[in-house]
């Protein structure tokens, strides 16, 4: 339970702040990987809080991200073990809706028309005010990532609808250096060189005890050690 007054039922009218003009609204939050949410969890809990309501797009099951494990599991035991996991996440972060494209974890790119192809008649249906994605960065330069990201632009573009990428807090780019965000690179498919963050244009202050308690749901991918930075606001660039 968070401190401060409780708002639930009663939908905001006007912002707490100036950065919260898309909170209390409908948003379309669009990922690569199971455990991507966490970049906006704290944005995503807000706006159900706000009276709002959260689509999530996950265009993978994450059957490559097998880095953390200590026993060998296949790709199809991984997607299940990761779908559960993000609908855990989700169920804690009050997220009204996870879709799952099913696209190949580390083979996005080259997927680019399936995947617009998949998430057009998806936007078109849902219809939501903003869409919050990866930007060029694809914040750790994965190329799912970017390609993510990418395609959600072109899509928030032809439809009119405003969005916000996700970008890296000045507090997280201090404690993990672009050197350090490379040594973490575990295999491949990222772009070559350190990724460029651009600033941050919008700041949103959130509950880092629930972005924690969503994070721990991801147990396949941090071997059941704590998560090592969680810091209390989560940054965007207006597109
Ligand atoms: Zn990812």
Same mark, same amino acid.
């Given at each position: 339970m968070m401190g401060g007054m409780r708002t639930a039922g009663t939908k905001r009218k006007t912002p707490a702040h100036p950065d919260e003009f898309f909170i209390g609204k409908r948003l379309?939050v669009?990922?690569?990987?199971?455990?991507?949410?966490?970049?906006a969890?704290g944005t995503m809990y807000k706006n159900h809080r706000a009276g709002g309501t959260t689509f999530?797009?996950?265009?993978?099951?994450?059957?490559?991200?097998?880095?953390?494990?200590?026993?060998?599991?296949?790709?199809?035991?991984?997607?299940?073990?990761?779908?559960?996991?993000?609908?855990?996440?989700?169920?804690?972060l009050k997220i009204d809706?996870?879709?799952?494209?099913?696209?190949?974890?580390?083979?996005?790119?080259?997927?680019?028309?399936?995947?617009?192809?998949?998430?057009? @008649?998806?936007?078109?249906?849902?219809?939501p005010d903003y869409?919050l994605?990866?930007?060029?960065?694809?914040?750790?330069?994965?190329?799912?990532?970017?390609?993510?990201?990418?395609?959600?632009?072109?899509?928030?573009?032809?439809?009119?609808?405003p969005?916000l990428?996700?970008?890296?807090?000045?507090?997280?780019?201090?404690?993990?250096? @672009?050197?350090?965000?490379?040594?973490?690179?575990?295999?491949?498919?990222?772009?070559?060189?350190?990724?460029?963050?651009?600033?941050?244009?919008v700041k949103i202050a959130v509950n880092?005890?629930v972005?924690?308690?969503?994070?721990?749901?991801?147990?396949?991918?941090?071997?059941?050690?704590?998560?090592?930075?969680?810091?209390?606001y989560e940054?965007f660039?207006?597109?």
């Amino acid at each position: 339970m968070m401190g401060g007054m409780r708002t639930a039922g009663t939908k905001r009218k006007t912002p707490a702040h100036p950065d919260e003009f898309f909170i209390g609204k409908r948003l379309m939050v669009v990922t690569a990987h199971p455990d991507d949410e966490g970049i906006a969890a704290g944005t995503m809990y807000k706006n159900h809080r706000a009276g709002g309501t959260t689509f999530l797009v996950c265009a993978t099951y994450g059957e490559k991200g097998k880095s953390h494990l200590d026993r060998p599991v296949s790709d199809a035991a991984l997607k299940r073990i990761r779908k559960q996991e993000l609908l855990r996440a989700a169920e804690i972060l009050k997220i009204d809706r996870v879709l799952f494209l099913g696209m190949p974890d580390a083979g996005v790119r080259g997927r680019r028309a399936d995947l617009y192809r998949k998430l057009l @008649p998806i936007v078109r249906r849902i219809k939501p005010d903003y869409i919050l994605s990866f930007g060029p960065d694809g914040m750790s330069g994965h190329w799912d990532h970017i390609t993510v990201g990418g395609v959600s632009l072109r899509i928030a573009r032809r439809e009119n609808i405003p969005m916000l990428a996700f970008t890296i807090s000045p507090e997280f780019r201090r404690a993990l250096p @672009p050197e350090r965000f490379m040594a973490r690179r575990k295999f491949g498919s990222y772009r070559p060189g350190a990724p460029q963050h651009r600033e941050s244009d919008v700041k949103i202050a959130v509950n880092a005890a629930v972005k924690r308690r969503a994070w721990s749901s991801h147990r396949s991918q941090f071997s059941g050690r704590p998560p090592r930075f969680h810091f209390p606001y989560e940054h965007f660039v207006r597109e």
